[in-house]
């Protein structure tokens, strides 16, 4: 049975989370906190900006913002179309709640705090399914862990929850796993079938650790495919979300973090406490209101149409191949290919130059990942950029395949 107190390391578990006299008293006249009463030394600071009283540190448990994105997942997840419900437990339904949730800056910030909350430096070790996205391993060596890697399936890149388990329980200090879905870079949503497959198995067995589903780009997926509202039915479950990808707001850096309460009470102790700026937390709220939220649907709808553009175009240009990835996210995994028809990183890393340095349209070379030789990761823009794009890429693959 899992148990968060036996895997969490010691000196977390018995942290206490930092206080600030606001905690008990956030009105009157405030002079608690060693700010500059005057206010920003900003000549001209807009009504808005002003409104936000950036003088004064944050909000640090943003409650507000928690609930809303709570009830975005668990109104999705209501939808009968839902192919993930909020789940019953005990005969009740358990939908998400504040208690569920950590906001970090982007989910970078998750990715390390868990790693950092549960996996012991230099004993204990974390696993990922390559090919995956880099920040795992980046963290996993600034926090001296080791990386065992059980690769997706090179074709159809899903999980082998078989072949995790088997590595889990042959080595116990493996304390974390960090499944992407959909991928990156091959853009394939993860079945949430296998994940609750490896969930269920998880619990049945006597590794004892976090699975960690990150979900950048699930808002890219059938709604209601998210599998955060299972947070309250597998407890070894976490799920990162981000407003950097669906929600075009990556230069606010908001990140969420959904697992058990217990979970969560760690993270939150250990976060530092106004990691969540005024200016931030003012944009989210208003990016996951329900008007916004029919917005960013409608942004969603026009990425993916665009994206069947893309790929029609793409297949018709000689020396492009395959699209090897899914069609899962806001970009496609495409083959570049040799005179031979093959695949092919040095030309591919020559496309990817060429359309950087002299083209002014930068894409990203992925051939070094595993399962994807030869392939760039094209991020789909607007369909202006888009049409440029593939304008560029013919003239360039004529010029680099000669
Ligand atoms: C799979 C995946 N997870 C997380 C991130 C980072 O997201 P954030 O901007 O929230 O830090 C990215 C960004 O590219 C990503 O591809």
Redesign the pocket.
């Known amino acids: 049975m899992f148990d968060i107190t036996k895997i969490a390391r010691p000196n977390i578990l018995k942290l206490e989370p930092y206080r600030c006299a606001r905690d008990d008293y956030k009105v009157g006249i405030l002079l608690d906190a060693n700010e500059n009463t005057h206010g920003p030394s900003v000549p001209d600071l807009t009504d808005n900006e002003t409104a936000l009283e950036l003088n004064r540190y944050p909000d640090p448990h943003q409650e507000q913002l928690k609930q809303q994105i709570c009830d975005f997942r668990n109104s999705e997840a209501s939808l009968s179309s839902a192919s993930v419900k909020i789940p019953t437990v005990a005969g009740q339904k358990v939908p998400l709640n504040v208690s569920n949730l950590c906001l970090g800056v982007?989910?970078?910030?998750s990715?390390d705090a868990l790693i950092r909350c549960i996996v012991a430096p230099g004993k204990e070790k974390m696993l990922i399914c390559p090919p995956t996205?880099g920040?795992y391993s980046i963290c996993a060596v600034v926090n001296d862990v080791e990386i065992v890697k059980v690769p997706l399936d090179l074709e159809t890149f899903q999980i082998q929850p078989d072949l995790i388990l088997d590595q889990l329980e042959k080595d116990l200090s493996i304390k974390l796993v960090y499944i992407?879905s959909p991928g990156?870079p091959t853009a394939v949503q993860i079945k949430p079938v296998l994940l609750e497959e490896l969930l269920n198995k998880v619990q049945q067995s006597t590794w004892n650790g976090l699975i960690v589903v990150?979900e950048?780009?699930v808002d890219f997926c059938e709604v209601g495919s998210s599998v955060s509202v299972l947070v309250n039915k597998f407890p070894n479950l976490v799920v990162?979300q981000?407003?950097?990808?669906a929600f075009g707001l990556?230069g606010i850096?908001?990140?969420i973090c959904f697992s058990t309460p217990e979970v969560s009470r760690l993270l939150n102790s250990m976060k530092y406490p106004y990691n969540i700026s005024n200016l931030t937390s003012s944009v989210a709220l208003r990016a996951t209101s329900k008007d916004a939220l029919v917005k960013m649907r409608q942004r969603v709808d026009l990425i993916k149409e665009q994206r069947q553009i893309v790929v029609d175009e793409l297949a018709k240009l000689p020396g492009v191949g395959r699209n090897i990835g899914g069609l899962d996210s806001n970009f496609v995994l495409m083959e570049i290919l040799n005179k031979e028809g093959e695949p092919d990183n040095e030309i591919a890393n020559k496309v990817y130059l060429t359309l950087a340095e002299q083209r002014n349209v930068v894409v990203r070379f992925r051939g070094k990942e595993l399962g994807c030789k030869g392939c760039l990761r094209i991020t789909i823009g607007t369909k202006e950029e888009n049409e440029t794009l593939i304008t560029q890429l013919k003239e360039v693959l004529q010029e680099v395949r000669k």
Do not use: C, P, Q, V
């Open positions: 982007g989910s970078d910030e990715i996205y920040m992407t990156n990150d950048a780009y990162l981000t407003l950097s990808k990556a850096r908001l990140g």
